[in-house]
């Protein structure tokens, strides 16, 4: 076919692509072979249009998979090394609309497009800057895909994309931001990232907000709050003096979505001391108070209270929390309609109620503590074990108070008859650390103002000595925290603290022996679960964390027994059964599994 032939044939596609019915014809009537054979013609101005062509056609998603089944990915990827800058645009154009599909993300990091796309961000256009940073960005959604574009360059992608954050235009600055957001969602590359000058490319971009869209700000923020998810990072974030910058983005409603991200990356990086001191000092704590106040959409209240959660546990902000007239506003979200802020808002009271200093204003104030707890337990959110937990740890930190902070529990444990059911219910249904700490609160009718933890009749106590017992909370909060971010490895250290500290506790082996799965190590896990079946045999969680590390161990009969045992404590357990299923299947086809699927 010749060149006048093919550019006329191309012009007048253009004009049959503009209708979305005609893209998906051309596919269905066979038309891709043939411009899939153009694809290997010598004229510039041929593979120019074709590659045009199936840029527009692979705007549709009926199209995507198609295109890449008839063969296209191969000479597309030969064409990004193509002379011809219009050529090399217009076929990464095309990997960019196909790399919206997983499936054919994979088939482009299989033919090996990778590395071009890398390579091809050193390119001076902008166009070829734009659609092949967008391309990364697509491919490290897929967490296998991450270290292929790392190993591509042997790193160097990380300079070229912060380098884009600096000096390309701000779609290009939007797209390299959301590469390294996706790259950063890898915990290996949090750190490379800001070694590269990400956290500095990203402030340059943050402390000019003013000037800069709506959509390049989100994508910063996103990336810094991946970022911050590294524990290195934090120190590094807070003297970049980003808290302020964070602080004044969150007054501004036009950035919406940044917004959001600027709450979670506070939420990461106040478990530090700087972080709440320089959170403080920019009047963030008051700030994150009125955003719940101003019932913002559940995302930012979910990131706000996470945030308040964690910074109540600083004695500072605790005062500034109390003394706030945005407390009694932050109560009403405890019957909001999103479980995670109305355990958040628990959360908050859990640790304010941690600090005796803090009681007396929490007992004064209208709507007291002990009337918010009575009310949270009736609520919907309280069904979940970790709210219920903490509505018991309030309790049971105000049972070991001052003797007038005791005096008031115990009085109004005594008048109020639904809330001492709920407490006794507990104690009966509970398992582990709730089981105690309801016995702690129990003892109030009883023992007046003796040592509460006299009062525990089982095997297993919590420490008897009020500070042991914070350092033990503050262990297992610390731990929890990290599992959240996908720290097993350092959770464990703290959850070893915890079995230090209160060694006949089930839960500190229980959540041990998860991080121990989550890691592929069965055998260490197994060994935990069954020291936490042993001081609690009843706990359903345990057996089927035990159960899954045997399976990984493939001791496929006793996984079976631990689901048995499941079944008889609860029989409607649904995940037990479809579990129970697979590991019956396994036994029979004596197939084993090195992976656990949690």
């Known amino acids: 076919m010749g060149l006048v032939c093919c550019c006329f044939i191309h012009v007048n596609l253009s004009h049959v692509l503009c209708a979305v019915e005609n893209k998906t014809a051309i596919v269905q009537s066979g038309g891709l072979p043939h411009l899939i054979k153009l694809l290997r013609s010598d004229h510039v101005e041929v593979l120019c249009n074709v590659c045009g062509c199936l840029t527009t056609l692979a705007t549709e998603e009926e199209n995507k998979i198609e295109i890449v089944k008839s063969g296209a990915l191969r000479p597309l990827i030969r064409l990004t090394r193509a002379r011809d800058v219009r050529v090399k645009r217009n076929s990464a154009g095309a990997l960019l609309n196909l790399s919206h599909i997983a499936a054919n993300r994979v088939s482009i990091v299989g033919e090996g497009g990778v590395p071009y796309l890398v390579q091809l961000l050193e390119c001076n256009d902008e166009e070829i800057q734009f659609y092949c940073a967008a391309a990364l960005s697509n491919i490290a959604v897929d967490g296998g895909h991450r270290s292929v574009i790392m190993l591509a360059s042997n790193g160097k992608v990380l300079i070229l994309l912060v380098r884009l954050i600096r000096s390309g235009t701000e779609k290009v600055q939007c797209q390299a931001c959301l ?177 005796a200093s803090n009681h007396d204003k929490l007992l004064s104030h209208d709507p007291s503590l002990l009337a918010v707890v009575s009310v949270v337990t009736k609520l919907e959110t309280s069904k979940e074990t970790d709210c219920n937990f903490l509505c018991l740890w309030i309790l049971a930190q105000l049972s070991i108070g001052s003797n007038q902070t005791k005096a008031h529990l115990q009085h109004y444990l005594n008048k109020d008859d639904v809330l001492i059911q709920w407490v006794c219910n507990q104690q009966s249904t509970a398992s582990g650390d709730s089981r105690q700490l309801a016995a702690m609160v129990m003892g109030m009718t ?84 069954t020291t936490s079946l042993l001081l609690d045999p009843t706990n359903i969680k345990v057996l089927f964390r035990r159960s899954l590390a045997r399976k990984g161990l493939g001791n496929f009969r006793d996984a079976i027994k631990d689901l048995d045992a499941l079944l008889k404590l609860d029989p409607d357990n649904s995940a037990a059964m479809k579990e129970r299923g697979l590991l019956i299947q396994l036994q029979q086809t004596d197939i084993g599994h090195s992976t656990v699927d949690l």
Do not use: W
């Open 446 to 529: 009883t023992t007046s103002l003796t040592p509460l933890t006299e009062s525990l009749t089982t095997s297993h106590k919590l420490p008897n000595d009020p500070s042991l017992l914070r350092s033990y909370e503050s262990e297992r909060s610390k731990g929890n925290s990290l599992v959240r971010k996908g720290y097993f490895s350092d959770a464990i250290l703290h959850y070893t603290r915890c079995v230090e500290l209160c060694p006949s506790m089930p839960s500190s082996y229980s959540n041990r022996a998860l991080c121990h799965l989550r890691l592929g190590k069965f055998q260490t896990a197994d060994k935990d679960c």
């Open 179 to 355: 590469a390294l957001r996706n790259l950063a969602s890898d915990e290996a590359y949090q750190a490379k990232i800001y070694q590269a000058g990400g956290l500095d490319a990203i402030y340059e971009v943050l402390i000019t907000m003013s000037s800069r869209s709506a959509e390049i700000i989100i994508a910063a923020t996103a990336a810094l709050k991946n970022i911050s998810i590294h524990q290195g990072s934090e120190v590094m974030i807070v003297n970049k003096k980003l808290i302020p910058v964070l602080c004044s983005l969150l007054k501004q409603d036009q950035y919406g979505e940044a917004r959001c991200h600027a709450a979670g990356t506070i939420r990461n990086l106040i478990a530090i001391q700087p972080a709440v001191q320089a959170l403080v000092m920019a009047g963030g704590i008051n700030l994150l108070l009125k955003l719940l106040a101003g019932r913002q959409n559940d995302t930012l209240l979910s990131e706000c209270s996470a945030a308040l959660a964690i910074a109540a546990s600083h004695t500072e902000v605790g005062h500034l929390i109390l003394e706030s007239s945005q407390y009694t506003t932050m109560l009403q979200l405890l019957a909001s309609s999103s479980p995670e802020v109305a355990h958040n808002i628990v959360g908050v009271l859990g640790h304010l109620a941690a600090n």
